[in-house]
């Protein structure tokens, strides 16, 4: 992945809510809690986190948002059409978690730095990134890495 992002469009599989990501995320994580397993249909979700105004031209007429579980107060939108994830948000709308199969050149992303209640994990990952079961030690772990991401983004600027 080089430094430089390039803008691109995203959206659910059947291409009915869009957005423009304009920015790179400030995090990716993989997520093995149950919310996630349900609300993707997947073992897990693979999922980016990006500020609100990294996220323009968002035409979610057809999203159906809810919240699974309080908290975190995070709300999972799925497309009406074809049922599958187009986005979440969390703390208010300011944070804009989008799965990584939404995005059409995935290559040019970060790499995953971890996975998530690994705990409830569907399958074991063969992979070196660090594992955190639990949903203190996993939230402690998102609180950390978007800390890190957003002073990336300052100290780039």
Not at 19 to 30: G, S, Y
Not at 114 to 119: P, R, T
Request: with cysteine; aromatic share 8%; net charge positive.
């Amino acid at each position: 992945m080089s430094s430089e992002f390039t803008p691109q469009e995203g959206s659910c599989s059947c291409q009915t809510n869009t957005f423009t990501i304009n920015n790179k995320p400030v995090a990716r994580f993989i997520c093995h809690c149950t919310i996630c397993q349900e609300f993707t249909g997947q073992a897990y979700n693979d999922v980016t986190v990006l500020l609100k105004p990294d996220v323009s031209d968002l035409n979610l007429v057809r999203t159906k948002f809810r919240r699974w579980k309080m908290p975190p107060n995070v709300s999972r939108g799925l497309c009406t059409r074809c049922n599958k994830p187009s986005l979440e948000t969390a703390l208010g709308g300011n944070l804009i978690l989008i799965p990584t199969s939404n995005y059409p050149d995935a290559a040019a992303l970060p790499k995953p730095s971890m996975h998530l209640f690994y705990n409830r994990r569907v399958e074991d990952m063969d992979d070196d990134l660090p594992k955190y079961n639990g949903f203190a030690q996993s939230q402690a772990m998102i609180v950390k890495a978007l800390a890190q991401g957003l002073v990336k983004r300052i100290i780039k600027h």
